[in-house]
Structures are given as structure tokens and as C-alpha cells.
């Protein structure tokens, strides 16, 4: 699953990405991803996976190693 927590990760030490909450939405309303759920739950890592966008994939390789790490 991948998280806000990834979310912030994933921006940090980057100059590019989403970070504010406006961004946020307005990048999952792009991509026609859930905003609710990836708030409350997270969302499957498959779904950023199949993105092709740059963030998608930091996000996804985040989420990945997490949970290689346990």
C-alpha cells in the first residue's frame, strides 16, 4: 500500500512532486486516483506502478522498499 507517508518521502530532498494538500488533489484528481482512500488507507502500490509519472514511481519504490525493510 502506498501512503501519504510515502507521499512525503517521496518529496523530500526533491525539487519535484506534490506536497501541499491543493497539490495533492489536484495530482490524484489527474491521475484518477481515490484522494479519500489514499488519506484513510493508502492504496495499492500497483495503482502508482501503472502511472507514468515520475512521482508515481518514487512513491511506489518507496512503498516497495518499506516493505522489503519489514
Known sequence: ?????HA????????SGVLC???IR???DRHG????QFLDE?????QFEAL???FA???AAIARAEVHRG
Open 33 to 36: 486516483l481515490d484522494l479519500r
Open 26 to 28: 489536484s495530482w490524484m
Open 8 to 15: 512525503r518521502a517521496a518529496k523530500l530532498g526533491e525539487r
Open 57 to 59: 514511481q518514487r512513491l
Open 1 to 5: 500500500m502506498v501512503t501519504v507517508e
Open 52 to 54: 507514468d509519472d515520475a
Open 42 to 46: 493508502g492504496l495499492p502500490v500497483e
Open 21 to 23: 494538500a491543493a497539490g
